[in-house]
Every structure is written in C-alpha cells, then in structure tokens.
C-alpha cells in the first residue's frame, strides 16, 4: 500500500473514487433479479470496506494485494449474476494501478476489462459499442491518469530534493564566508595590533630605558621611570598575547613548520606536495609565520586551481639572516607580465589572495617577494623576510 504522504486533493480524489465503486455496488443491488445478487453485491462491499477500513492493508504490501485479490473474485461472482457489475470493472482498475507494481498491475487491468466484457456478454446482453469500447476505455484512463501522476510525484521529488539541496548549500556557502570573514578580521586585528601597539609600547620602552640610564642614580624621577617601564613591558606582553589569540588556526596546534607540513599533507593528489625545510629553524614572531603561512596557502592554491601540476615543492629555509619561502610547481605556467589573462593567479576573482596581496605582505615586514615563470615551464614563488632585530621584533 502507498504510504505516502498525500495532498488534500489527493485524499478528495480517493473519496470520490471510494464512493464511486459503492454506488455502483448499490446500482446493481438495486437493479438486481434476485437475492443471490444482492448477497453478491453486499458482500463485495463487506470486502471493500473491510480493506478500506483495515489498518493493515496500509501498512502491508501482502496484505493488500490479497485484500484486493479477494475483492477481485467477489466482484467476478457479482458479474457472473449481475450484467450491470461491468461498471464496477472501472474503479476497480485505479485499486490495481494503485497497490500492485506495474508489471502486474497492467496485465491485471487488461484481464479485468476483458472478464467485464466477456461477463456482459456471458448474461445474453445486446454488444452494443458503448458496452465493449467503456471498459477499454476505462482501462486507458485509468492507466494513463494513475502513471502521469506518478511521473509527476517522481518529478516533484526529484524538485525537492534539489531545493533541500540548494538551501542546505546556501547555509553552508554562508558559514564559510562567515568563518573567513572571522578569520579575515582576526588576522587583520592582529597585525594591527602588532604594527601599532606593540611596536609603540617596545618603542615606549626603549626610550625610557635610554632615559633611566642617562638619570642620575639618586634623581628621583628614576622611581617613576622604572614603573612606567614596568608597565610598558606588562602592556607590551599582553599585546602579544592578543596577536597570539589571534593567530589562524593552523599556527595554534604548532608551529609555523608543523602547520605548512600539514598544509602540504592536506593536498588530494594530484599534484604531488613535497615539503621540505632547510636550516635549524629558529622561533619567528608571530606576524612572521601568519605571512609566511598565507603566503603558501596563497601560492599553493593557486597551483591547485590553474597550474595543473604533477608535483609542487614547499621549501621553508633559515639563514643567517632571514627566512625565505618558495613555493614551486612544474605546472603550466603563466607569464607575469601579461596584465589581462584569465590564466594570472593574482586575479584573486573567488576572493582568494593573489600574487598583489602576497607582495603586501612580504613587503609589509621588509621583505621580498619574487615570482618566475613561462607558460608550460612551471612556477616558483619565492619570500626572503629578514630577522627583525633585537629592538624591533615583537
């Protein structure tokens, strides 16, 4: 039985159906030659409303194909006494359409109009055309209504589901904008941070050590310098701890190395991402490995979207007196020097960075930032930043 959940018009249109078959039930009781027939007809409806009514016709597949194959052979014992049970033929064909599949249910309504015809015919009736052509016709109604609306319950899922899709899509296209733009602001927040005020604290507190040195050792303004010192530094060490809150998410479960190595492990093949560091790694500040880390996110995605590598290679080096990223691909390639050519990945259209937004930010803490490449012969993104010195680093 169709479990289905049905509209208001539907569960009209079985009403009707429903009804319709009892009066033709009560038509042939009522034009009936003797009591046998009205037996026949009142107990095809006994069998009728007892499936009708009968929870477990509803809810079990058997139990209503045998419902229905017992109101079949009741309703074949009322044709064999009543010509006037063929028009019961009609609403007959909807219950077979409706609780078999259709590889049965087509051969059923076929035998159904034909033991209709063959049973008027058998009770010594005239064969006239409305006789003979109303219960074929009937079957071609009653198929053709019943399937169409089935392709258009197909159809109208097939819509919903796609519209779930769709919505469920929307939500999750807005969370993500949501989270960059979260992670946007967060990191915009920390290099603020990080350029003004820790900078000016660490400035506040270099000139006032010079002051304090300077001071004679029994002046007594070196009290008071001492604890403005001491409270620059406290400041200064808690505008450090709000750049390091800051930070993105991959820098807070390690360090700088740790996040560009699971950068590297986190790429789907192909391309083939190889990371590799070079020299005794040394702690950065903070403002340091953010760059670096978007810088590779950066260069790395742009790969993932245009170059069609085979293989990429993160390089993380520490010198002497800078640390330097390079980034390199042996993928299509491009030439930098084109300035309108949807194949450059500084044209950041998906909101992503480019290659103007990845100069910024080397250059941003005194770096350089260099980009070589040819088309067919790959791309190597490369950052030198120098060590801040011992004044100036935050």
């Known amino acids: 039985m169709d479990v289905r959940p049905h509209s208001p018009v539907v569960i009209t249109l079985r009403l009707c159906l429903y009804a319709l078959f009892a009066g033709l039930l009560a038509l042939a009781a009522v034009r009936a030659h003797g009591p046998a027939t009205v037996a026949a007809a009142l107990g095809t409806g006994a069998v009728f409303a007892w499936g009708v009514l009968s929870p477990a016709t509803h809810r079990s597949q058997r139990a209503a194909a045998v419902w229905l194959a017992a109101l079949c052979v009741a309703w074949l014992v009322l044709l064999a006494l009543s010509p006037d049970a063929l028009w019961a033929a009609f609403p007959l064909y909807f219950l077979q359409l409706h609780l078999l599949p259709v590889r049965w249910s087509l051969p059923a309504v076929g035998a159904t109009a034909g033991a209709a015809i063959a049973g ?14 109303g219960p074929l016709l009937g079957a071609g109604v009653a198929v053709a209504t019943v399937l169409g609306y089935e392709a258009l319950y ?7 589901e796609l519209i779930e899709e769709l919505v469920a899509t929307r939500a999750e296209l807005a969370d993500a904008e949501r989270t960059a733009g979260t992670l946007a602001e967060r990191e915009r927040l920390a290099r603020e941070i990080h350029d003004t005020l820790a900078q000016g604290l660490s400035s506040i507190q270099l000139l006032l050590r010079a002051a304090q040195r300077a001071l004679p050792d029994d ?12 409270t620059a530094q406290d400041n200064l060490a808690e505008a450090r701890r709000f750049v390091h809150a800051l930070t993105p998410p991959d820098l807070e479960r390690g360090s700088l190395t740790g996040a560009l190595e ?18 005794t790694p040394a702690e950065l500040p903070t403002p340091y490995e953010v760059a670096l880390l978007r810088i590779a996110q950066s260069a790395l995605g742009n790969t993932l979207r245009h ?28 030439d930098p020097g084109a300035e309108h050519t949807a194949a450059r990945p500084d044209r950041a259209a998906d909101g992503g960075f480019g290659l103007p937004a990845m100069r910024a930010r080397a250059e941003a803490l005194g770096g350089t930032f260099a980009v070589e490449s040819a ?6 993104v490369a950052v030198t930043l120098p060590y801040p010195d011992s004044g100036g680093g935050a």
Do not use: C, N
Request: a negative charge; zero cysteines; proline letters at 5%.
């Open 120 to 133: 008027f015919i058998g009770h010594g009736e005239r064969l006239t055309a409305g006789a003979f052509i």
């Open 154 to 160: 197909r159809e109208s899922e097939r819509r919903r």
């Open 219 to 230: 002046s007594p303004a070196a009290a008071h310098i001492e604890q403005a010192r001491a």
């Open 262 to 279: 699971r950068l590297g492990s986190g790429v789907a093949a192909p391309p083939e991402v190889h990371f590799t560091v070079s020299g």
């Open 307 to 334: 170059a069609r590598a085979h293989r990429a290679e993160i390089t993380l080096s520490f010198m002497d007196t800078a640390v330097a990223l390079d980034i390199v691909d042996d993928g299509a390639g491009f």
């Open 375 to 380: 088309p067919g012969q790959g791309t190597a």
